[in-house]
């Protein structure tokens, strides 16, 4: 389950916005909704292009934000300072017909959070800085760069269904695409003709693709990889035929499309995966066995030297295994990582001189080290002070990472030498704030993403070679109305219902105080893997600072459980929700009045979203609640109905002595408990957070005869996207929570 309440950061915006003259207007939901959005735009799935020459990434059409072209700008040495340019653009290609998307191609946008149309992903094809691959409206395109200028065609490919994830060979002369779920090839050359790889792939059954369980929340979005020389491709076969089919019922304004979904709910059979290698010139396949205990496949990929490796998980999740399969011989681990609760999983693999760079929390907080491929040893390398995020590239010099600071709320970049040595900082480091970054193919430049509180998210590229060079690149400033509602946060320490450990916390006092004391609105998320106290930008900065000027203050919490922080903290949801993030945030909300003069503490409100959603719900369904009202917004109900990598990773499988686990965190079993105004909200084609599981509560909540507010949204799914649909939802919030913590406004 992927958050969707990331939040905020420090106390400066860009100098493009300073620089433009400062107008006096009202912050309004419908400004907050509208385009364009008030943090400007920043460049989507930028890359650098093989050679160096370009930065790639999609940026929204200035006729409609809702649909994606595909932009470039120069950035080699000899183009330095070129101005971005438009390669291509849907329109240009579909020749006025309407874009069109299967309901497999739907779900894999929605499993990467992706809502607008166009060219939503596309890949650098060669390594000559010349050609760019991406799908369209079930078909493949490719555009040539060329002196007199970017020319896109579509491959000559058979009719019938849409042509999936294609990707080139590192060469750049063929490629691989999924259709019908079957893995074809394609040479690139003039009048060339695809080959069908595999020919097996149906209903049920398929190749090359991620299932659902891998894309939604083990973050892996592909299904085949090609060899470092092309010959061949390692490719991982689904069967669902085992998996439960859940029907959805898309409830449109206008219509009712039932739809069938294998839907993996906890305890139910997954879908089977086993991993080949495919000769991509005959077709002739070696399957890579697995021990039965291999439930998950996480990640997979191959060396340098040809040979296949996976990365695979045991159904409980607390064990994670590296095993490389060279030809002729038998499986070999080379690394196995254990946690009595769970083991997180990572991209950290990456081949160096040295060894191969891994990550491991084995020591109490996530940190680097280098495991010998031959014999599995391992030699630490970092020992920062807070968790490594993740490693971003190696050569063979250094590494470069990302780690959390000031516990957890800022995040930076830094090198070390692999042959060990003095940890740096990289070149813009400052406290209260938040970097990231991703790199070439050879580790030399980055692409690096910085926001601060009140400052959004703006990309640059920098070089590695100890110059403190940046080309900053292609994005839209944000409105100058972020000066006038950016207000820096009380950054608060509040104590866990433990009574010992720390809890994040951001205070935004209120700015329209009527009287001498104010309602409250709580944000938390709660969940695991997710934090949202941080010095990052966040789009709910522009909500936050809408209900200050409405008179209410605003407090944003992580309850253990959160990421960034030691382990001990992350594993506090082991076999447990709705437990110890309640305790925390019940015992920050009593705290609160204490530290924090002119709170009302019996005018306090929750809002929440997907995990946050089970949260806000759990918080009013409670004898105990000190909350006056609360929204949920797509919430999980019961787990029973939840995905089984998500659920089981946290709860355990619900017949194998853990059905009290479940049955503590089943929300309409509380449902007599319901004292408060409680306001629902859901999408009807919701894929992950089925809204099977708000009309289960409904049900409860009327058994039990309680009243209680309902919104749903015909045919949107968990993200409720669109401007219109996220206009109305703000609407009926502020409503409610109009009603329910202003009395007498």
């Known amino acids: 389950m992927k958050t969707l309440l990331s939040l905020l950061a420090c106390a400066c915006v860009t100098s493009a916005a300073?620089?433009?003259?400062?107008?006096?207007?009202?912050?309004?939901?419908?400004?907050?909704?509208?385009?364009p959005p008030l943090a400007g735009r920043l460049p989507r799935q930028a890359e650098v292009s093989p050679g160096g020459k370009w930065v790639s990434f999609l940026r929204p059409s200035q006729a409609d934000s809702e649909v994606l072209e595909l932009w470039a700008q120069p950035v080699g040495a000899e183009v330095q300072g070129g101005e971005p340019r438009k390669l291509v653009a849907a329109a240009d290609l579909l020749g006025g017909a309407a874009q069109q998307l299967s309901?497999?191609?739907?779900?894999?946008?929605?499993?990467?959070?992706?809502?607008?149309?166009?060219?939503?992903?596309?890949?650098?094809?060669?390594?000559?800085?010349?050609?760019?691959?991406?799908?369209?409206?079930?078909?493949?395109?490719?555009?040539?760069?060329?002196?007199?200028?970017?020319?896109?065609?579509?491959?000559?490919?058979?009719?019938?269904?849409?042509?999936?994830?294609?990707?080139c060979t590192a060469d750049g002369r063929r490629l691989a695409y999924v259709q019908g779920g079957n893995l074809f090839v394609l040479p690139l050359d003039e009048g060339a003709s695809p080959r069908r790889l595999t020919a097996d792939g149906g209903a049920t059954l398929g190749w090359g693709l991620a299932e659902f369980i891998a894309a939604e929340e083990l973050s892996r979005q592909r299904g085949y990889w090609w060899s470092p020389d092309g010959k061949s491709l390692l490719a991982l076969r689904v069967d669902e035929a085992g998996v439960t089919v859940k029907t959805r019922a898309q409830i449109f304004a206008d219509r009712t499309a039932m739809t069938q979904q294998r839907y993996p709910a906890a305890g139910e059979a997954n879908a089977k995966v086993t991993a080949f290698v495919i000769d991509a010139a005959t077709g002739q396949r070696r399957e890579l066995p697995l021990p039965a205990s291999a439930e998950y496949i996480a990640r997979a990929g191959w060396f340098a030297d040809g040979t296949p490796w996976l990365q695979w998980f045991t159904r409980d999740q607390t064990r994670l295994t590296l095993t490389e399969f060279k030809a002729g011989a038998a499986p070999r681990d080379i690394t196995v990582e254990t946690d009595p609760a769970w083991v997180e999983v990572h991209d950290d693999l990456i081949e160096t001189p040295r060894g191969l760079l891994w990550s491991s929390e084995a020591s109490g907080r996530r940190q680097l080290l280098l495991l010998d491929r031959a014999s599995g040893a391992r030699t630490p390398l970092t020992q920062m002070a807070e968790p490594v995020a993740h490693a971003v590239c190696a050569d063979a010099r250094q590494v470069v990472f990302a780690a959390a600071g000031d516990r957890g709320k800022a995040q930076e970049l830094y090198s070390l030498p692999l042959a060990g040595g003095k940890v740096q900082a990289l070149p813009g480091a400052a406290s209260r704030q938040w970097r990231d970054a991703k790199a070439d193919r050879a580790c030399?430049?980055?692409?690096?993403?910085?926001?601060a509180w009140g400052m959004p998210p703006r990309l640059e590229l920098r070089a590695l070679d100890g110059s403190d060079r940046a080309i900053p690149l292609a994005g839209d400033p944000p409105d100058p109305l972020l000066r006038q509602i950016a207000s820096l946060p009380l950054a608060l320490e509040l104590t866990a219902a433990d009574g010992r450990t720390p809890l994040n916390a951001f205070f935004f006092a209120a700015q329209d105080r009527r009287e001498g004391r104010h309602p409250v609105i709580v944000m938390a998320y709660g969940g695991p893997g997710a934090a949202t106290v941080s010095w990052a930008w966040g789009r709910d900065l522009p909500l936050i600072a809408y209900w200050q000027?409405?008179?209410y203050g605003v407090l944003t919490l992580d309850t253990r459980g959160m990421e960034h922080r030691d382990r001990d903290f992350t594993r506090a949801h082991f076999h447990a929700f709705g437990k110890v993030e309640v305790a925390d945030l019940f015992a920050a909300v009593r705290e609160l009045p204490n530290r924090v003069p002119g709170v009302d503490p019996a005018r306090i409100g929750f809002f929440g979203w997907s995990y946050g959603g089970f949260l806000g719900a759990r918080a009013v369904l409670d004898a105990d609640t000190p909350f006056a009202a609360s929204v949920a917004v797509a919430p999980v109900t019961d787990w029973t109905l939840y995905d089984t990598a998500y659920t089981e990773r946290y709860l355990g499988q619900p017949e194998g002595g853990k059905a009290e686990t479940y049955a503590s965190a089943n929300l309409p079993a509380r449902a007599a408990l319901l004292s408060r105004p409680l306001l629902l909200m859901h999408g009807t084609a919701d894929d992950n957070v089925l809204f099977e599981h708000t009309l289960r509560l409904v049900e409860a909540l009327q058994a039990a005869g309680k009243t209680f507010d309902l919104q749903i949204y015909p045919g949107k799914a968990h993200g409720i996207a669109g401007r219109a649909s996220r206009l109305h939802l703000y609407r009926t919030m502020d409503a409610f929570f109009e009603r329910h913590l202003q009395p007498g406004r």
């Open 444 to 451: 030399t430049r980055l692409l690096v993403t910085r926001s």
């Open 549 to 551: 000027m409405r008179g």
């Open 103 to 167: 309901e497999a191609e739907k779900m894999a946008l929605e499993r990467q959070r992706i809502s607008q149309r166009g060219i939503t992903g596309y890949q650098w094809c060669g390594r000559d800085d010349s050609t760019l691959l991406f799908p369209l409206s079930g078909d493949l395109y490719l555009v040539r760069l060329t002196a007199t200028g970017p020319q896109a065609r579509k491959l000559a490919l058979p009719t019938g269904a849409p042509k999936q994830d294609p990707r």
């Open 18 to 35: 300073a620089a433009q003259p400062s107008q006096a207007q009202p912050l309004t939901l419908e400004r907050i909704t509208a385009d």
